[in-house]
Each structure stands twice: as structure tokens, then as C-alpha cells.
């Protein structure tokens, strides 16, 4: 079954760029999604289609996706940005998340 | 707006079955696939599978393939997820969302916690 790696962890300071990482085979061939999760909440969508942002969610979040691996890029990161995030994409008709990764700012 | 109102918290004894309700609203019901993610404590997003309301069509992921069912009724924009042979390792914060075809999950429940307990 397709799988999707990301790292576990990652700690950025206030104002830093952080870099989130999901990595699967021929990944650049799908359409990536990533979530934000905050403790005790229900997942929101900050990316689609690789890097499309939603209305509503700050310009500091982009994506993109090439080859094996998608980035989630989050720019100027803000304290508010300290969450769980997990890609996301179809394999066939099923779908696959990543393992999460927790981004801590401080 | 659209919303997905999901049933509340569950407590079953291990090889009980549950059924969890999503009721949708602010949108066409038959326009979207319903999806069922879970989350066990501590621990990330794991897929269960998804129904089309329009048809009926569902897709499970192979961990739960027969252990699991979709359903929807149109009348009431609701969907359902009910899982059977419960385990103690099902406890978790099952999820819907929504998804236009193989797209995007736009929108979330807010998610019912289920714990499988003797």
C-alpha cells in the first residue's frame, strides 16, 4: 500500500521558516493536501491541489510538490502556527495521510 | 454555512458494534463524498473509507474491510459510520469530512469519541 513519511518533529523560532516534509514515491504525481490540527480540534485545510491556500488562511502558508517529496512552507511562523500537520493524497480511490508532524515554535 | 454535526460520545464493550451519525448541512448532501478518518489518543489521522450519497458507491481501506459499513440517507442529509467487533485498540475520535469527488477534505465533524472498554 502507498505510503506517505513525514518527520516527526520539527521546532522553528518566532518569525523563522518552517519546513515540512512528506515524502512518497512519485509523490509529484498526486495532488497534496496538508491539515492543521491544534490539540482537542477537529483538522482544518491549509493547502489543496499541491498549493492552493483557502480563503481564510493566512498567505505565510504555501505549498508545492515535485518528485517524491511536497513541502509545506509556512513563512514569518507564528506562535498561533503550533499544531500537528498532515499531508495528505489519493492512491487510487483510496486515501492516504501522513504519519503528522508537530510543529512546536519557541 | 456548511456544517457536519457528528453524534456524540460512545462507550462499548469490546465486541459490541457502534454506529456514529453525521448530519450535514449548508450544502447539496448529494454533491460530496462523505469520508470517516479516526484518531486514536496521541496518535494521527487514520482513513476508514468514504460513500457517495449520490449513489451509494463506498470505497474501505482493507484494515477495516468487513468490519466496517458506510451509509447515508438522502432525506436527512446524514451519513453513518458503524463499526463492528469492537477492540479495545478502536478507541478513538472518529471523524467525518467532506470531499468533492477525489479532492479535498474542505470541511470536518467535530469528531466523536468512541472508547471500547470492559
Known amino acids: 500500500s502507498y505510503e506517505l513519511t513525514q518527520p516527526l518533529s520539527l521546532s522553528v523560532s518566532p518569525g523563522q521558516t518552517a519546513s515540512i516534509t512528506c515524502s512518497g514515491d512519485?509523490?509529484?504525481?498526486?495532488?497534496v493536501c496538508w491539515y492543521q490540527q491544534k490539540p482537542g480540534q477537529s483538522p482544518v485545510m491549509v493547502i489543496y491541489?499541491?498549493?492552493m491556500r483557502p480563503s481564510g488562511i493566512p498567505e505565510r502558508f504555501s505549498g508545492s510538490n515535485s518528485g517524491n517529496t511536497a513541502t509545506l512552507t509556512i513563512s514569518g511562523t507564528q506562535a498561533m502556527d503550533e499544531a500537528d500537520y498532515y499531508c495528505?493524497?489519493?492512491?487510487?480511490?483510496?486515501?492516504?495521510f501522513g504519519g503528522g508532524t508537530k510543529l512546536t515554535v519557541l | 454555512q456548511v456544517q457536519l454535526v457528528q453524534s456524540g460520545a460512545e462507550v462499548k464493550t469490546p465486541g459490541a458494534s457502534v454506529k456514529v451519525s453525521c448530519k450535514a448541512s449548508?450544502?447539496?448532501?448529494?454533491?460530496?463524498?462523505i469520508h470517516w478518518v479516526r484518531q486514536a489518543p496521541g496518535q494521527g489521522l487514520e482513513w476508514m473509507g468514504w460513500?457517495?450519497?449520490?449513489?451509494?458507491?463506498?470505497n474501505y481501506a482493507q484494515k477495516f474491510q468487513g468490519r466496517v459499513t458506510l451509509t447515508g440517507d438522502t432525506s436527512i442529509n446524514s451519513a453513518y459510520m458503524e463499526l463492528r467487533r469492537l477492540r479495545s485498540d478502536d478507541s478513538a475520535v472518529y471523524y467525518c469530512?467532506?470531499?468533492?469527488?477525489?479532492?479535498?477534505?474542505?470541511?470536518w465533524g467535530q469528531g466523536t469519541l468512541v472508547t471500547v472498554s470492559s
Open positions: 469530512a467532506r470531499a468533492e469527488g477525489y479532492s479535498k477534505f474542505d470541511f
Open positions: 449548508g450544502y447539496t448532501f448529494i454533491g460530496y463524498y
Open positions: 460513500i457517495s450519497p449520490n449513489n451509494g458507491g463506498s
Open positions: 512519485k509523490l509529484g504525481h498526486k495532488y
Open positions: 491541489q499541491d498549493n
Open positions: 495528505q493524497a489519493w492512491d487510487s480511490s483510496n486515501v492516504v
